[in-house]
C-alpha cells in the first residue's frame, strides 16, 4: 500500500522494511493526545484564515468522533499503518474526504510527534507524582505509628547510634520529598510546545504558535524550529528523574528485604506482598521488594539507551529518536507499577518493635552518649572516647552490655562515673536527647512528618 507521503518516491516499501519502520504497535497509546493536537491545530488553521471556519468545524468535529469511537471500541487502530499520525489522518480523510487532506498544512510529523510526546509525557509526570504524594503519606503515617520505636542506626551495616524507625523512615519521605519535586521541575521544561517548528525550518504560513499552544496547555513555545523538532532533553531529564526515583524505592527495598529476614526480623510484611517456595514451606520471600530493586535496572537501562542514542545525532530530526518511545513508556510503565506495589506493602507492613530495641541493646550503640557523659562531666572527647572503647571491650570479653556493666567496673576506668550513668545512657534518654533540627528524637521526628505534609 502506497504511503501518505508518496510523491519523491513511490511510496511502496519491502514488508520487512515496513515492519521495522513502522511505530505505530507502540505510539498508539498517544492516540488522545495526536488527536487533542490536531483539533488544536485545526483551530488556529481557520482563526488565522489559512482554511475556512467551516472547513476547521468539520475537521474538529470529524477527530472528536474519532477519539469517541476508539474510546468506546468501535474504531480499531490498525496496526498496518506506520504511526499513530498516519492513522488518525487516514481515518478522517476517509471520513470527510479533500477536507480531512487540509488538516496537516503547517505542521510535519516532526513536530507533531514532539507535541504528542510532550502532551503525553506531561499527563504521565502528574499520574507519577500523585503516586509519589500517596507513598509520602503512607510513610508518614507510619512514621507517625513509630515515632517512639527504637532501633538500631547503621553506617557500614554496622550497628552505630540508637535511632527511632519513625526518624529511618522519615529519611525516604526526604528523598521522595526530592523526587516529587524533581519531576514537577522537569515538567516546567517539558510544557513547551514544538508545533510549528514544522519539519525543521518553520513554515511559510501565517501561523499563530502561541494560539497553538495556549489551547493545549502549553506555558510556552519552542524559541528555535530546529530545537523545536529535535530536542527530547525533556525526555531525557524525565527518565533521569524517575530513575533516581527508582534508586531510592530500591534502597529501601533493600532494606525491607533484610529486615523481613530471620537474621533481623524487624518488620513483617503481609500475605499479600510475598510468595511462598514450591520446595521449602517454611519460607516466606519479600519478592515484591526484590522485584522493585531489580526493575530499577531496566529504569536506568531505558535512560542509557536514549542517551545513548540521542549522542551522536546532527540537527535536526533524524529516524533513531523514534526510539525515544519503547523506554520511555517503559520508564513510565515500571515507575508505577513499582510505586503502586510498593505503596499498600508499606501501609500494611508491621514493625517487630520489640526485636528493634533488643538488637539497639545489643550493638554498644550507646557507647557515644558515655563518652559524652564524660565530656559533660569535663574530661576532654577524645579521653572520654578511647575510655568508652575500653569499657566496650570488657563487656564483649564478660558478657555485659553498657546498661549492666556494675558501676564499681566503671569506677576503675574513671572516678566520673555515677549512679546517674545508668539513666544517662539508657536507649530512650540517647535518643530523646538528639534534640538538633532534623535528628531522631519523637518530637522533631513528629516535626518531621508535620512539615513533610504540609509540603504539597
Known amino acids: 500500500?502506497?504511503?501518505?507521503?508518496?510523491?519523491?518516491?513511490?511510496?511502496?516499501?519491502?514488508?520487512?522494511?515496513?515492519?521495522?519502520?513502522?511505530?505505530?504497535?507502540?505510539?498508539?497509546?498517544?492516540?488522545?493526545?495526536?488527536?487533542?493536537g490536531s483539533m488544536a491545530h485545526a483551530a488556529m488553521l481557520a482563526k488565522q484564515g489559512i482554511i475556512e471556519k467551516c472547513e476547521a468545524d468539520r475537521l474538529i468535529s470529524g477527530l472528536a468522533e474519532i477519539l469517541d469511537d476508539i474510546n468506546s471500541?468501535?474504531?480499531?487502530?490498525?496496526?498496518?499503518?506506520?504511526?499513530?499520525?498516519?492513522?488518525?489522518?487516514?481515518?478522517?480523510?476517509?471520513?470527510?474526504?479533500?477536507?480531512?487532506?487540509?488538516l496537516h498544512t503547517a505542521r510535519s510529523r516532526n513536530d507533531q510527534v514532539a507535541l504528542d510526546m510532550r502532551m503525553y509525557l506531561r499527563a504521565e509526570t502528574d499520574g507519577i507524582i500523585s503516586r509519589v504524594t500517596e507513598l509520602i503519606e503512607v510513610l508518614c503515617d507510619k512514621a507517625e505509628e513509630y515515632?517512639?520505636?527504637?532501633?538500631?542506626?547503621?553506617?557500614?551495616?554496622?550497628?552505630?547510634?540508637?535511632?527511632?524507625?519513625?526518624?529511618?523512615?522519615?529519611?525516604?519521605?526526604?528523598?521522595?520529598?526530592?523526587?516529587?519535586?524533581?519531576?514537577?521541575?522537569?515538567?516546567?521544561?517539558?510544557?513547551?510546545?514544538?508545533?510549528g517548528s514544522c519539519a525543521l525550518a518553520g513554515t511559510t504560513y501565517n501561523t499563530d504558535r502561541r494560539f497553538e499552544a495556549s489551547e493545549l496547555g502549553f506555558d510556552s513555545v519552542a524559541a528555535n524550529s530546529l530545537d523545536?523538532?529535535?530536542?527530547?532533553?525533556?525526555?531525557?531529564?524525565?527518565?533521569?528523574?524517575?530513575?533516581?526515583?527508582?534508586?531510592?524505592?530500591?534502597?529501601?527495598?533493600?532494606?525491607?528485604?533484610?529486615?523481613s529476614s530471620w537474621e533481623f526480623r524487624f518488620v513483617e510484611l503481609s500475605d499479600a506482598y510475598t510468595t511462598g517456595s514450591s520446595i521449602m514451606p517454611q519460607k516466606k520471600n519479600s519478592d515484591m521488594a526484590e522485584l522493585i530493586r531489580g526493575k530499577t535496572g531496566r529504569v536506568y537501562g531505558d535512560l542509557f539507551a536514549l542517551l545513548t542514542t540521542m549522542k551522536g545525532l546532527p540537527l535536526a530530526y533524524n529516524k533513531d529518536m523514534q526510539e525515544d518511545k519503547e523506554g520511555v513508556f517503559d520508564a513510565i510503565d515500571t515507575v508505577k507499577m513499582c510505586l503502586d506495589v510498593m505503596t499498600p506493602m508499606i501501609a500494611t507492613m508491621k514493625a517487630k518493635t520489640e526485636n528493634m530495641k533488643k538488637a539497639a541493646q545489643g550493638g554498644f550503640i550507646n557507647a557515644t552518649d558515655l563518652a559524652d557523659y564524660l565530656v559533660k562531666?569535663?574530661?576532654?572527647?577524645?579521653t572520654a572516647y578511647k575510655i568508652s572503647g575500653q569499657i566496650v571491650a570488657k563487656c564483649i570479653a564478660e558478657g555485659f552490655v553498657l546498661e549492666t556493666l556494675p558501676l564499681d567496673i566503671y569506677k576503675e576506668y574513671s572516678e566520673l562515673f555515677s549512679e546517674d550513668l545508668y539513666e544517662d545512657i539508657?536507649?530512650?534518654a540517647c535518643v530523646e536527647r538528639r534534640i538538633s533540627e532534623g535528628g531522631t528524637s519523637v518530637a522533631s521526628v513528629k516535626k518531621q512528618i508535620e512539615d513533610a505534609r504540609k509540603l504539597k
Open 147 to 195: 515515632a517512639d520505636a527504637i532501633m538500631p542506626g547503621y553506617t557500614h551495616l554496622q550497628r552505630a547510634q540508637p535511632i527511632t524507625f519513625g526518624h529511618h523512615l522519615m529519611a525516604y519521605v526526604q528523598m521522595l520529598l526530592r523526587d516529587r519535586e524533581r519531576l514537577s521541575d522537569c515538567k516546567k521544561r517539558m510544557n513547551v510546545s514544538p508545533i
Open 1 to 36: 500500500m502506497a504511503k501518505m507521503w508518496a510523491g519523491r518516491t513511490d511510496g511502496v516499501t519491502d514488508k520487512i522494511a515496513d515492519d521495522f519502520n513502522s511505530s505505530i504497535s507502540f505510539d498508539c497509546r498517544m492516540y488522545k493526545e495526536d488527536i487533542t
Open 426 to 428: 539508657s536507649l530512650e
Open 228 to 259: 523545536g523538532v529535535s530536542d527530547r532533553d525533556f525526555c531525557l531529564e524525565f527518565m533521569s528523574a524517575c530513575s533516581i526515583l527508582m534508586m531510592h524505592l530500591s534502597r529501601f527495598s533493600e532494606e525491607i528485604i533484610l529486615w
Open 73 to 102: 471500541g468501535k474504531l480499531e487502530i490498525d496496526m498496518a499503518c506506520e504511526d499513530i499520525h498516519m492513522f488518525v489522518e487516514e481515518v478522517l480523510t476517509k471520513r470527510l474526504g479533500d477536507v480531512g487532506k487540509k
Open 377 to 382: 562531666k569535663g574530661m576532654p572527647f577524645r
